[in-house]
């Protein structure tokens, strides 16, 4: 397990101007909007520690638009290292708020009124990488809405290796489910990066690679900055596991029954993966693969996904158009 990194310090623009938290980064050239979020969770700072690394090396965009939003400062301010998971949100989950028959309405609560704040920038943004942390250790992966185009996107960034394709919550939609990025029909990508566990320091440095690797798949980078500083694909080819289905609490408490790891595949059907209050859940399928655990979840919330990992995927890797290049209509 690698050591802690300092709490990040966020920056003043986090406070202040028309639209706090919220830097815009803009290229005389024309080209394609990116936005990099972090803090949508406020207990994970690994994001916005990446984040104010790639402030620190100076790189802004040679075409297009780039935006860097910490989408949740407040509740990062109520952060306290003894009990994390209080700091997820002020008042309800901000990544289960990106509906807008759910954001048309009078804002109830402090996210809401964040999301409504953020909307009309999202809606421009043609490429989002949403950078989260997980609660237990486990391999980097990137996740996505089951569209093809998400999910073609994901596998040629190949940091990291792992590309889940997930449809989302009962409880409500992710940020990379809003409006165009579910959208087969129209353009705009989104994707949800989890760079690992929470106050790692190698969850920091997965970050960053990955905002590095994914600026310069969208083709903003200059050519020498992109030399310079954007990783290669991660060796190991890409593979893709596809969710099935979603383990909701009903009762609660819910207790796995082994020590939970993302990731980890169970051979047999039948097999008792875990408890909730007294009531057994068994793997429904072979070969199931039990992602992003969250063993403190309350009722009416995701403990777990199970998927299955699709193969091959060299079909969904063929080199397409370069992202980047394509006139990247606004939605
Ligand atoms: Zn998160």
Not at 65 to 80: I, S, V
Not at 197 to 213: D, I, K, S, Y
Request: hydrophobic content about 45%; overall charge positive; proline content about 10%.
């Amino acid at each position: 397990m690698s050591a802690a990194f300092p709490l990040p310090r966020l920056p003043e623009w986090c406070w202040s101007g028309e639209l706090p938290g919220v830097l815009e980064l803009a290229a005389a050239r024309p080209g394609p909007h990116v936005a990099i979020f972090a803090l949508v969770h406020g207990n994970e700072p690994a994001g916005a520690a990446a984040l104010l690394q790639l402030c620190e090396l100076g790189i802004r965009p040679a075409r297009g638009r780039l935006t860097l939003c910490f989408a949740n400062p407040q509740a990062y301010a109520a952060y306290d290292p003894s009990r994390p998971a209080q700091a997820r949100f002020l008042d309800e989950d901000l990544n289960r708020l990106w509906d807008d028959n759910l954001l048309d309405r009078p804002a109830a609560s402090r996210e809401r009124a964040r999301a409504r704040q953020l909307r009309s920038l999202v809606r421009q943004v043609d490429f989002l990488l949403d950078l989260h942390s997980m609660q237990v250790p486990g391999e980097p992966l990137l996740l996505c809405h089951p569209t093809a185009k998400a999910v073609a996107f994901a596998l040629r960034l190949g940091i990291p290796a792992t590309v889940v394709s997930d449809p989302g919550h009962e409880s409500g939609r992710r940020l990379i489910d809003y409006s165009a990025f579910a959208d087969p029909e129209r353009p705009g990508i989104a994707l949800l990066l989890e760079a690992g566990c929470h106050r790692q320091r190698r969850t920091v440095e997965t970050a960053l690679a990955a905002v590095l690797r994914f600026l310069d798949v969208c083709g903003i980078l200059d050519p020498a900055d992109a030399a310079r500083f954007a990783p290669r694909p991660w060796g190991r080819e890409p593979r893709l596991v596809r969710v099935e289905e979603r383990v909701t609490v009903r009762r609660g408490p819910f207790r796995l029954v082994e020590p939970a790891a993302s990731l980890r595949i169970v051979p047999r059907a039948g097999t008792t993966i875990a408890f909730d209050g007294g009531r057994a859940v068994r793997t429904p399928f072979d070969d199931c693969v039990l992602l992003l655990p969250a063993p403190s979840a309350p009722p009416g919330h995701t403990a777990l996904r199970l998927g299955r990992l699709a193969r091959p995927v060299a079909a969904l890797t063929r080199p397409g158009a370069e992202p980047g290049s394509a006139s990247a209509a606004r939605r």
